[in-house]
């Protein structure tokens, strides 16, 4: 899970944002609506208690008209004592005011809640609004105050009944205050539910990772992802479950194949052996060795290399190739491999060939026994100060399974009876090949050979 994001956190920072715009956008939404409701009730507020004034102070008026009284000065008197005394009874909360205007807009009295007096004391700026009968806004004392003012002809007065536009607007910022706070409710919320919410969107994929990560690891196909919803990633739960169905079972099958495989390469290689060795027989059938001749030198020969610690493969290609040492012998004549007496020079020369006729027969063969048996056939009589044949070779030009065949060759021989010769003793037969170190044989493997002397006697009383 290093080096991405994740799912996760991608999906709660995609979900996150859009959450909280909405609801942003909703608390906007709704203030600006309870705004203009709760203006609009105000306003009609304002307006009805004007409209009453409006009306009372009329009705007064037409009275007096009705009566045509009109021009009367105490009755005038008693007209205005009676609006203000109205005007006083609709005033009912500390902010609202009733200002009156005389023609020419100059401020003769001012009521309030308080002071319900006829000082003025209020220093009204109405510039801004001017004197337009309606809704007006303006300042007074340097406080923000709204109101509606109408003409009032009789008495050539203008009446403004007017409230302060903080209280005017307080519920609003009341409202205003509550939506911020159930904003700030629903986004702490939205953080805490989406990463909630988003984690069963996950889990089927968190599944699917942890499968295949433990498939990875302990490279076990029997796994299957065990949970599988109704919806994508069950779907590809399902894929991956026949996926690796499907590997187990071309697993199992090439598992299978690679047994079959082994077993028949196994039994090519047994074959292969059994051919060696019969191939070595045909050389020692004419001569006077006997089977178990070639299968000493084979074990012998193994030996040393298992002494010069060669790798196994190649202790095994001593053990196989090492009898093919005289295979040579086939193309050499009856009269003169099974001549009783003493070759003369030709014939000991034509003796000689053995060794190329072997590796001629065996050099591009296939197999690398037989190949190395060619080596082998080769050089088994080259001597290590250069007096030997077919090349001549001296010292370590001679291949090392060569001299390893010399040394073990002219051992078994000494310690096996022949016709013409009783077996040698042990002794002797070490004297001898300690006599021929350096000379006929390589002398560090001559040491080593007879360092493990007993070994290779006991080898050749038991074969
Ligand atoms: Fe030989
Ligand atoms: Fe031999």
């Known amino acids: 899970m ?9 999906l709660i920072l995609m979900l996150l944002p859009l959450i909280v715009i909405i609801i942003i956008l909703t608390s906007l939404f709704s203030v600006l609506e309870a705004r203009s409701a709760m ?22 008026w037409e009275t007096i008209r009705t009566l045509g009284l009109e021009e009367n000065e105490e009755l005038k008197g008693i007209v205005e004592e009676s609006i203000l005394s109205f005007s006083r009874s609709l005033l009912r909360e500390r902010s609202e005011s009733i200002y009156f205007f005389d023609s020419e807009k100059n401020l ?12 003025v004391s209020s220093n009204l700026d109405m510039t801004a609004a001017g004197f337009n009968p309606g809704w007006t806004s303006f300042s007074s004392d340097g406080e923000e105050r709204v ?39 629903a986004i702490a919320a939205v953080l805490i539910l989406t990463p909630q919410s988003v984690k069963p969107i996950i889990r089927h994929v968190e599944d699917l990772s942890a499968a295949a990560l433990d498939i990875t690891e302990n490279l076990d196909l029997s796994r299957r992802v065990e949970r599988i919803p109704n919806d994508e990633t069950g779907l590809l739960a399902e894929r991956f479950n026949s996926m690796l169905e499907a590997l187990q079972q071309s697993n199992v099958e ?8 082994q077993e028949a390469r196994e039994a090519a290689e047994a074959q292969e052996r059994e051919a060696l060795f019969l191939l070595s027989r045909i050389s020692d059938i004419r001569d006077e060795n006997t089977g178990n001749h070639l299968k000493r030198i084979g074990l012998y020969s193994q030996h040393v290399g298992k002494l010069l610690n060669l790798p196994a493969e190649e202790q095994d290609v ?13 193309g050499v004549p009856d009269a003169i491999l099974l001549k009783p007496a003493r070759l003369s020079d030709e014939e000991y020369a034509q003796m000689k060939l053995h060794t190329s006729i072997g590796f001629e027969l065996l050099k591009s063969s296939r197999s690398r026994f037989l190949r190395e048996g060619g080596v082998i056939a080769q050089s088994h009589h080259e001597r290590w100060d250069g007096s030997g044949y077919p090349a001549g070779l001296k010292g370590e030009d001679i291949p090392l399974y060569g001299r390893i065949v010399s040394i073990v060759d002219v051992f078994d021989a000494l ?11 042990r ?37």
Do not use: V
């Not at 001593?318 to 086939?330: F, M, S």
């Open 2 to 10: 290093k080096g991405f994001l994740g799912i996760r956190y991608s």
């Open 39 to 60: 203006t609009l009730l105000a306003n009609r507020h304002l307006a009805y208690k004007s409209e009453e004034l409006r009306d009372f102070a009329y009705s007064e």
């Open 108 to 119: 003769i009295l001012e009521l309030t809640l308080e002071s319900s007096g006829s000082e």
């Open 147 to 185: 109101g509606i003012l109408f003409e009032y002809t009789p008495l050539d007065w203008y009446i403004l009944f007017s409230d302060m536009s903080e209280t005017f607007f307080s519920e609003i910022r009341n409202i205003q205050k509550n939506s911020l706070i159930i904003l700030l409710i």
């Open 254 to 261: 090439l598992e299978e194949k690679r047994r079959e495989e």
């Open 318 to 330: 001593l053990l196989h190739a090492a009898p093919l040492h005289d295979i040579g012998k086939i």
């Open 415 to 425: 310690l096996s009876e022949r016709p013409y010769k009783k077996p040698f003793t």
């Open 427 to 463: 002794d002797k037969a070490y004297e001898l090949i300690e006599a021929q170190k350096g000379i006929h044989f390589d002398p560090a493997l001559t040491e080593l050979f007879l360092a493990n002397f007993k070994i290779f006697c006991e080898m050749h009383r038991d074969n």
